[in-house]
């Protein structure tokens, strides 16, 4: 069995004529370490499925299995203790706590965790070990979203879930922020669920899962990942 398991996974929102099915029978598995991009234009059902796999939301239909746990068979207390354990999110707005310097907004994270890594060496990781006593009204977006990275990243978590991480940073910083997430990825082994519209976003990915109208149209390991420096868009 694969590290991630979806099956048959089924959402809908509203009822009667106002019914829109948002995913209509997904199924994908995952590798445990690898780095699998989510594509998809607006409304295909991308992030949808992203807060399903976190536990945010629930199916209609079918299940998410993680290291052959289903999250739909955990209790309200198992899955909240599965998030704090095993997840981490980087979401497209930063969510930063305003009055925390860059460290107390890392450091957040790291109490969620049982084996949280070394604040420091992850704030050089980071490029932010210069900046770590400043508050986020003080930082650029993309110093934000590195920060936001960091508090996720700290916790160690199995799997780390992007929605659209760089979608309100420009071309350079975005460069930045996805060549950051390739090196956490490789140093760190975690496995990277990253949904994005960006179809040149796939060279970057060991796995691009291709979403259309709520479906897979294509699953496919990438015989040619490239690293981010080396693609343009």
């Not at 659209?164 to 390739?182: C, M, Q, V």
Request: charged share 30%; hydrophobic share 35%.
């Amino acid at each position: 069995m694969s590290f991630v398991e979806i099956k048959g996974l089924k959402k809908s929102y509203g009822e009667g004529e106002a019914k829109t099915f948002v995913l209509k029978g997904v199924d994908i598995s995952i590798e445990k370490g690898e780095l699998c991009v989510l594509l998809g234009a607006s409304g295909s059902g991308k992030s949808t499925l992203l807060n399903i796999i976190g536990g945010i939301d629930d199916a209609d239909e079918g299940y998410v299995s993680i290291d052959g746990e289903k999250t739909a068979d955990m209790t309200e207390k198992r899955l909240t203790l599965y998030r704090r354990d095993h997840l981490g999110y980087v979401f497209q707005m930063y969510n930063l706590i305003p009055n925390l310097t860059v460290q107390e907004n890392i450091e957040v994270g790291a109490y969620l965790s049982k084996k949280p890594l070394a604040v420091d060496e992850l704030l050089k990781t980071l490029g932010l070990y210069e900046h770590k006593d400043k508050l986020p009204n003080q930082l650029s977006g993309g110093q934000q979203q590195r920060t936001a990275i960091g508090r996720a990243v700290i916790k160690n978590p199995d799997i780390l879930l992007c929605d659209e991480p760089t979608g309100a940073l420009d071309y350079n910083t975005s460069k930045e922020i996805l060549s950051l997430l390739e090196r956490i990825n490789k140093e760190y082994g975690n496995t990277i669920i990253m949904v994005t519209h960006n179809d040149a976003l796939k060279y970057m990915a060991d796995r691009v899962v291709k979403l259309r109208d709520g479906k897979v149209s294509s699953n496919k390991l990438n015989e040619k990942k490239l690293p981010i420096s080396e693609i343009e868009w």
